[in-house]
C-alpha cells in the first residue's frame, strides 16, 4: 500500500527511496515512528531533507537536518535525538537561557532553494508556475555547484569571485541577477528562521548595467510587417499586433481575458501589470478590430486560450524567432515591441507624460500627473505612432488586419 502525504512510518533506506514525489509547487511531509520530532520532506525536484518538528512552548518550530541520503537515517536520528534531549533539559530548567533550536542550523544551499520555491514562489507570485521554473533554471545553471554547500560555508569572497567569473563568462547582467537570486535565498532562510547567520551574497557591489534601447529600425519595418502579414500562427501576428498597438508588456498581453475589455469604448483594464499598479490603455481602432476578430473564434475566458496549467499562452519565443529569420532581422527582442511604440512616440514629438501614460509606467513624482491625464491624447499618440510605424513598413492597416484570415 502506498504512503500518502504526512504518514507516519518506520523510516527505512528503501522507504525512503521510494517515496512519491509531488507536483510542482508542492512539498510532502512524512515522520518517523521510532524517533519523535523526525520527519522528511521531499520536494517537486526529488530532494529530499530531513527535519525535526516539535512544540515549543506551545509553537512548532522546525530545524532542518540535512539532506538523505548524504545523511543516513541513523544521523537524522541521532540529531533528533539530541534536539529532544536539549529541549527536555530546558524544559526541566523553566526555559531559562537561549532555546537550543536559536543556534546555527546546518542548512544547504539546495535545500534552501527548494523552502523559496516551495513557500515563497509558489504562494506568493502571480505567476507561480513560471517563477518557479525560471529560478530553478537559473539555480541549476549557474549555482547548482553550491547545490550540497551548508550555507554557512559560503563566504563572501566565494560570492564575489563567482560574481566576477560570471561576468567574463556569462555576462555582466547574468552575473548580477545570479548574486541577487543568491543574496534572495539567504534572505529568506534568515527572515524565516531556517538558519542563521550573515548573507555573504549582501554587500558584492553590482556591474553597471547599460539600458537597452533597441526597438524596430525604419529600414526593417517593411520586411518585418511583409513577413508578419505572411505569418499562418494566427496566435503570434495578432500577439504582436496587439503589442504594437498597445505598447503593453508580454505577459499581461498573453494573459489578456476577455472581461479586462470594454470593446465598445475601446479600453483595456489591466489588473496585474509588472509594478501591480492597474492601469487601462485605450485601444485604437485596429487593436480593437484584432480583438473583435478573436472574439468571433475563441470561447472562454483567454484572449489567447491554450492547455497549459495557466489556460493561457505564454510563451512564443520560438514562433518569434521563426518570424525574425523570415524577416532577416537580428537582435530584435519581444519586449522590444513595447519599447518601439515609445520610440516611435517619442520620435513624433510626444510628450514624456504621455508616453509613460502609454506604457503604464509610475514614478513617486510623475503618478499623480498621469492620473489626471485623459484617455483621448493618449490615444491620439498611439494612433499617430502605429500609423507612422505602419507606413514606414510600406503597408497599411487594412492589409495587415486582413493578410491570412480567409
Known amino acids: 500500500m502506498g504512503k500518502t502525504k504526512n504518514d507516519r512510518f518506520h523510516f527505512t533506506k528503501r522507504g525512503l527511496e521510494n517515496l512519491a514525489v509531488p507536483a510542482e509547487?508542492?512539498?510532502?511531509?512524512?515522520?518517523?515512528?521510532?524517533?519523535?520530532?523526525?520527519?522528511?520532506?521531499?520536494?517537486?525536484?526529488?530532494?529530499?531533507?530531513?527535519?525535526?518538528?516539535?512544540?515549543?512552548?506551545?509553537?512548532?518550530?522546525?530545524?532542518?537536518?540535512?539532506?538523505?541520503?548524504?545523511?543516513?537515517?541513523?544521523?537524522?536520528?541521532?540529531?533528533?535525538?539530541?534536539?529532544n534531549w536539549k529541549l527536555a533539559k530546558w524544559k526541566s530548567n523553566d526555559y531559562e537561557g537561549p532555546s537550543p533550536l536559536a543556534e546555527p542550523r546546518k542548512l544547504t544551499l539546495g535545500g534552501a532553494v527548494e523552502d523559496y520555491l516551495a513557500r515563497r514562489l509558489a504562494a506568493h507570485s502571480k505567476n507561480p508556475e513560471r517563477?518557479?521554473?525560471?529560478?530553478?533554471?537559473?539555480?541549476?545553471?549557474?549555482?547548482?555547484?553550491?547545490?550540497?554547500?551548508?550555507?554557512?560555508?559560503?563566504?563572501?569572497?566565494?560570492?564575489?569571485?563567482?560574481?566576477?567569473?560570471?561576468?567574463?563568462?556569462?555576462?555582466?547582467v547574468t552575473a548580477n541577477r545570479t548574486v541577487t537570486l543568491l543574496r534572495t535565498i539567504f534572505n529568506f532562510a534568515l527572515k524565516n528562521e531556517l538558519w542563521a547567520g550573515d548573507n555573504p551574497a549582501r554587500g558584492i557591489t553590482p556591474f553597471p548595467e547599460a539600458s537597452r534601447t533597441r526597438f524596430v529600425q525604419p529600414q526593417e519595418l517593411p520586411r518585418f510587417f511583409k513577413a508578419?502579414?505572411?505569418?499562418?500562427?494566427?496566435?503570434?501576428?495578432?500577439?504582436?499586433?496587439?503589442?504594437?498597438?498597445?505598447?503593453?508588456?508580454?505577459?499581461?498581453?498573453?494573459?489578456?481575458?476577455?472581461?479586462?475589455?470594454?470593446?465598445?469604448?475601446?479600453?483595456?483594464?489591466?489588473?496585474?501589470?509588472?509594478?501591480?499598479?492597474?492601469?487601462?490603455?485605450?485601444?485604437?481602432?485596429?487593436?480593437?478590430?484584432?480583438?473583435?476578430?478573436?472574439?468571433?473564434?475563441?470561447?472562454?475566458?483567454?484572449?489567447?486560450?491554450?492547455?497549459?496549467?495557466?489556460?493561457?499562452?505564454?510563451?512564443?519565443?520560438?514562433?518569434?524567432?521563426?518570424?525574425?529569420?523570415?524577416?532577416?532581422?537580428?537582435?530584435?527582442?519581444?519586449?522590444?515591441?513595447?519599447?518601439?511604440?515609445?520610440?516611435?512616440?517619442?520620435?513624433?514629438?510626444?510628450?514624456?507624460?504621455?508616453i509613460g501614460r502609454t506604457l503604464g509606467h509610475q514614478s513617486s513624482d510623475a503618478t499623480q500627473v498621469y492620473a489626471r491625464l485623459h484617455l483621448d491624447p493618449v490615444r491620439a499618440a498611439i494612433r499617430e505612432a502605429t500609423s507612422a510605424m505602419i507606413l514606414a513598413g510600406k503597408t497599411s492597416k487594412q492589409k495587415l488586419l486582413e493578410a491570412g484570415r480567409g
Open 25 to 83: 509547487g508542492k512539498r510532502h511531509h512524512w515522520f518517523d515512528e521510532r524517533m519523535s520530532g523526525l520527519g522528511i520532506a521531499v520536494y517537486p525536484s526529488g530532494q529530499k531533507t530531513f527535519f525535526h518538528l516539535r512544540k515549543v512552548q506551545g509553537w512548532p518550530r522546525r530545524t532542518t537536518l540535512g539532506s538523505f541520503p548524504d545523511l543516513t537515517i541513523e544521523q537524522a536520528r541521532g540529531k533528533a535525538a539530541e534536539l
Open 228 to 354: 508578419l502579414s505572411c505569418e499562418r500562427n494566427l496566435d503570434l501576428r495578432d500577439f504582436v499586433l496587439l503589442a504594437l498597438f498597445t505598447g503593453a508588456r508580454r505577459s499581461n498581453v498573453l494573459a489578456m481575458r476577455w472581461d479586462e475589455l470594454d470593446l465598445r469604448h475601446g479600453l483595456w483594464t489591466i489588473p496585474e501589470p509588472k509594478n501591480n499598479v492597474p492601469y487601462t490603455i485605450p485601444l485604437i481602432d485596429e487593436a480593437t478590430a484584432v480583438l473583435k476578430e478573436r472574439r468571433r473564434r475563441i470561447d472562454g475566458d483567454w484572449v489567447f486560450p491554450s492547455s497549459s496549467a495557466s489556460g493561457h499562452v505564454t510563451d512564443v519565443k520560438r514562433a518569434w524567432r521563426q518570424l525574425l529569420g523570415r524577416a532577416r532581422i537580428t537582435g530584435l527582442r519581444i519586449h522590444d515591441l513595447r519599447r518601439s511604440l515609445g520610440s516611435w512616440e517619442a520620435g513624433l514629438g510626444v510628450s514624456l507624460p504621455i
Open 131 to 172: 517563477a518557479q521554473r525560471a529560478a530553478r533554471w537559473q539555480f541549476d545553471r549557474y549555482l547548482s555547484a553550491w547545490r550540497n554547500r551548508n550555507l554557512g560555508t559560503i563566504t563572501r569572497g566565494e560570492v564575489r569571485n563567482l560574481h566576477q567569473e560570471l561576468g567574463e563568462s556569462s555576462g555582466k
